[in-house]
């Protein structure tokens, strides 16, 4: 009954930007944060970047100072603008999302479709 789901993923030339976003609707009561995850070709699952519904944001080393997440708690929406892109960063891209169905449940995971990115000259 909840829906994640992503958009904005495609190809891109090393040095080029790509925005993603990504919106949780259905029956969510409350989010806690939201992030995105990827997974590349024969690499294993990592965590990118994610941000609380207070504004408190985390990346990992690897998009420092490249990626920006970012959200609209209005609109249960969750970005990732990623510039300066790197071969490296060929992934699908999933959002993930930490929120309570109601005020009396605890806090569940939720998972999106993925996104692809593909980042190639």
């Known amino acids: 009954q909840v829906q994640v789901v992503e958009s904005g993923g495609g190809l891109v030339q090393p040095g080029g930007s790509l925005r993603l976003s990504c919106a949780a609707s259905g029956s969510i009561f409350r989010i806690n944060a939201m992030g995105w995850h990827r997974q590349g070709p024969g690499k294993q699952r990592e965590l990118v970047a994610t941000?609380?519904?207070?504004?408190?944001?985390n990346y990992a080393d690897s998009v420092k100072g490249r990626f920006t997440i970012s959200m609209d708690n209005a609109k249960n929406t969750v970005y990732l603008q990623m510039n300066s892109l790197k071969p490296e960063d060929t992934a699908v891209y999933y959002c993930?999302?930490?929120?309570?169905?109601?005020?009396?449940?605890?806090?569940?995971?939720?998972w999106g479709q993925g996104t692809q990115v593909t980042v190639s000259s």
């Open positions: 941000i609380t519904s207070g504004g408190r944001t």
């Open positions: 993930t999302v930490d929120g309570v169905l109601s005020v009396s449940s605890h806090s569940q995971g939720y």
